[in-house]
């Protein structure tokens, strides 16, 4: 999947793409998609496929003649999916001296659990662990982007030694929204400017175009107004049913007590709209949760600059660029605890961790939240802070190292 699909993925290849072209090197992605689409980047080969719904992916029996004359050409050869354009990698990468790289964004079994539920279990995840373990075997490098994603593949696919390099973004596309955007942000903000030790040197011209229409009031929210957003697909492996849920237990429990009831803002879409939809007119909750569909990731930090604190109940997250892109703004992380996000949040310094996903566990870390103004402040100079880690410079920068490292 790529463009016009917007992912986590997506998004992390564009930004890597462009970070290493500024360097002065010749990148060339290779998709699967309409071969219509007008790119506004170079080298972007398309290979002719079938949608699969809409769950942004795509299927193409083999790639074109210009991908196949492009491959023997390449220096390294990064692959981001290990079932379709990997496997076909494979077949060529015999042929060349290129290095084989490989990066495991996907919990493969949960996703297994989400899409392939036709096929029975014990058959599924045997198939699949196997062929990743296979895969991973003929790789030069494999990487993943935290240490539970690392212990995930040893345990699962009996690949014992990926490197570990976290994914990054742009901080400074989140961090200085509110500077002159003209839109209505949350204290967060402020938190943000305040901080002395936050990457700020992009300019203007590098951080997305202020759109009045992107306020609090446009969105039927009341500046006091305690807002908790999510961020991405809206779809069942991202745990969304319980998400809704929970919520819906937050404000009853708010409701009748002293704290303010919060609002929730989902921004995304997905295979579970419809469901979600449903549920909030099910549950009458038609002015404490606001859908606004999918946006432009260019827009994406003006939305998160509403907000007060980021929530997900998804488990399936490998190194979530939504999560990295909330701490960047200043909010705190109300997630469950699980790989990937447990290497990236820490708790009670950048956000509140549920044990498991069980019934009411997100909501009570949530209801902390927002009861405690001062622990919501504390927390947000603590994401703001953890945010650092991941700038773009840094991770990108250790990823190229470590391609000039394998040539």
Same mark, same amino acid.
């Given at each position: 999947?790529?463009?016009p699909?917007?992912?986590g993925?997506?998004?992390?290849? @564009?930004l ?9 090197h ?6 699967? &998609?309409s071969?219509?689409y007008d ?11 079938? #949608?699969? &719904?809409?769950t942004?992916?795509?299927y193409?029996?083999?790639f074109?003649?210009?991908?196949r004359?492009?491959i #023997?050409?390449l220096d ?13 990698l494979?077949?060529?990468m015999k042929?060349?001296k290129?290095?084989?790289v490989?990066?495991n964004?996907?919990?493969h079994?949960? !996703? ?11 058959? @599924? ?18 990487i ?5 994603? =690392?212990?995930?593949?040893a345990?699962y ?17 989140f961090?200085?929204? &509110?500077?002159g ?17 936050l990457?700020?040197?992009?300019s203007?011209?590098?951080? =997305?175009a ?8 446009a969105l ?9 957003c999510?961020?991405?697909r809206v779809s ?9 849920s929970?919520? =819906? ?6 409701e ?9 803002l989902?921004?995304?879409d997905g295979?579970?709209?419809t !469901?979600?939809r ?5 549950h ?8 606004t569909?999918?946006?432009?990731? *260019?827009l994406? #930090?003006?939305?998160? =600059? ?18 990295i892109?909330?701490l ?13 996000i447990s ?21 009570? *870390? ?7 103004a001062?622990?919501r ?7 703001a802070?953890?945010a650092q880690h ?6 990108a920068?250790?990823l ?8």
């Amino acid at each position: 999947m790529y463009l016009p699909h917007i992912s986590g993925i997506t998004n992390h290849i @564009r930004l890597y793409k462009r970070y290493f072209e500024q360097q002065g090197h010749e990148v060339f992605l290779i998709t699967f &998609g309409s071969t219509q689409y007008d790119d506004d980047e170079p080298n972007v080969v398309r290979n002719l496929a079938v #949608p699969v &719904g809409n769950t942004g992916w795509s299927y193409g029996p083999t790639f074109n003649k210009t991908t196949r004359e492009l491959i #023997p050409t390449l220096d390294i050869v990064h692959a981001h999916h290990p079932f379709q354009s990997g496997s076909y990698l494979l077949n060529h990468m015999k042929k060349i001296k290129a290095p084989l790289v490989y990066t495991n964004h996907t919990r493969h079994d949960l !996703y297994a659990d989400s899409y392939a539920r036709a096929i029975p279990y014990t058959l @599924r995840h045997r198939w699949n662990s196997r062929y990743l373990s296979y895969f991973t075997a003929q790789c030069d490098l494999v990487i993943a982007p935290s240490a539970g994603i =690392a212990d995930w593949l040893a345990e699962y696919a009996n690949y014992n030694s990926a490197t570990v390099i976290p994914n990054g973004i742009e901080l400074s596309s989140f961090q200085n929204v &509110g500077i002159g955007a003209g839109t209505d942000t949350s204290t967060n903000a402020g938190t943000i400017r305040d901080n002395p030790n936050l990457d700020t040197s992009a300019s203007n011209d590098n951080r =997305a175009a202020s759109d009045n229409k992107i306020n609090r009031a446009a969105l039927g929210i009341k500046t006091d107004d305690l807002l908790l957003c999510y961020v991405g697909r809206v779809s069942h492996e991202k745990n969304i049913a319980y998400l809704l849920s929970e919520f =819906a237990s937050l404000v009853k429990r708010c409701e009748h007590s002293a704290s303010p009831v919060p609002k929730l803002l989902i921004v995304g879409d997905g295979t579970e709209m419809t !469901y979600a939809r449903n549920f909030v007119q099910r549950h009458g909750l038609a002015e404490r949760i606001v859908l606004t569909g999918p946006k432009d990731y *260019e827009l994406i #930090p003006h939305y998160v =600059a509403l907000s007060d604190a980021f929530i997900t109940g998804s488990v399936s997250e490998v190194h979530p660029l939504v999560v990295i892109e909330a701490l960047a703004a200043g909010l705190p992380v109300v997630a469950v605890a699980s790989p990937g996000i447990s290497d990236t949040v820490e708790q009670g310094k950048s956000g509140l961790l549920a044990d498991s996903p069980e019934p009411h566990a997100l909501m009570q *870390e949530a209801e902390k939240l927002v009861k405690d103004a001062n622990l919501r402040k504390r927390l947000s100079v603590g994401a703001a802070e953890r945010a650092q880690h991941y700038c773009l410079t840094n991770t990108a920068g250790q990823l190229l190292r470590t391609y000039e490292e394998l040539l």
